[in-house]
């Protein structure tokens, strides 16, 4: 017995700890430098340090004119050069004002723009300022959102289109990225069949496969397709051997204390296993172990806990094994839309949609039916030993917050 098999339920959040520190003790630290097109979903293994000022030089936030404000006398000024975005101005006569576009560089000498809906232009085309002008206005200063040498992004930082967005606003070309870790997805069962071929008696087909592989992909995980584990000791030692290389073996089903849980054996035999019954639902076998040192982590095979168990545990900690720090959903408190009436010994997981702004559950909440998870938007999550009337608030987890 290792020292996380043990008689009661464990608090999600110990087990989230548990393999948080796990993740820490096996981070993957190779780098690889990618193109920005290659880089969505990557994670940053060094700071993304400002090579240049944002903006690299003051310009104007308006079409319109830019002044020197202190040579203003409220006289009509004359218009001396024109200055359009991506043009290198001249210095700005004295006494006179320029015409300017938005994103346009302010000439030297110009410190104020007004915006052309605030001024006349007389017969002979000089400019009137309509209102009181205020110095700086309408000016983004060099640097106003970026200076030469900042941290603009922390190492560990997972990239998306916001991230790869300011790291083109910088001209960064390529970036440096934790390399992908390398998963293997397992399947277990005699009972499974791939999409596309007949099933067979007492067969389903295997859904847990395509679920989990799309996801690591979305995660920038480099998937290796471990295909279905027979219910056999021989076989399930011979398929977790080929998979030696990889950086995690992720497996559904097959670690209950079932007779035909071999993967549980094999890993008991060959490695180590901790069998962990988790105070939630669904969702409550998971193991952690090794086979032969390679780390697997068994979530049971019921496709909605599957789900929950992969979002809410094994996410974090592929994602801490790359150096991300923020590794939690982001979850809302939300008044319910139902009454919940039993106390539960484990935390409920409900597979819900927002309605009129209150929670509502999927109808059948049974840890085998997916189409609970297709149908929601979110996971609501109910307390150990709470009830709930309508109106009561509960953490509500969007499936956005988990699925990339
Ligand atoms: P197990 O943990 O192997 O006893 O599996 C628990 C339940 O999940 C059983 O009803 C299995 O048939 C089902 N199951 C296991 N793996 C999968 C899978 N990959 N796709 C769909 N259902 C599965
Ligand atoms: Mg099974």
Known sequence: MSAGDRPGLLPVEEALAKLMSLAESAPITEVERVALADADGRVLAAPLIAGLDLPPWANSAMDGYALCLAEWRGEPMAVSQRI????????????????????????????????????????????????PLKLGQNVRPQGQETRVGDHVLPAGTRLGPIELGLAASLGMAELQVRRRPRVAVVSTGDELVEPGLPLGPGQIYNSNRRLLITWLQRLG????????????????????????????????????????????????????LTLWKLAIKPGKPLTFGQFRGVPVLG???NPASTLVTFGLLARPYLLRRLGVQRVEPLGFAMPAGFTWSKPGKRREYLRARLEGGRVVPYPNQSSGVLRSAAWAEGIAEVLEGSTLVEGDSLRFIPLSEILG
């Open 84 to 131: 359009q975005a991506g043009s290198a101005p001249k210095p700005l006569q004295p006494g006179s004002c320029a015409r300017i576009f938005t994103g346009a560089p302010l000439p030297a000498g110009a410190d104020t723009v007004e915006m052309q809906e605030n001024v006349e232009v007389d017969g002979v085309g000089r400019v009137r300022f309509r209102e």
């Open 299 to 301: 979530l049971p095979g």
């Open 221 to 272: 995980c480099a998937v290796v397709d471990g295909g279905i584990l027979a219910d056999d000791l021989a076989q399930t030692r011979a398929a977790l051997s080929a998979l030696s290389d990889v950086d995690l073996i992720l497996s559904t089903g097959g670690v209950s204390v079932g007779e035909a849980d071999f993967l549980g054996v094999a890993l008991r035999e060959e490695g180590e």
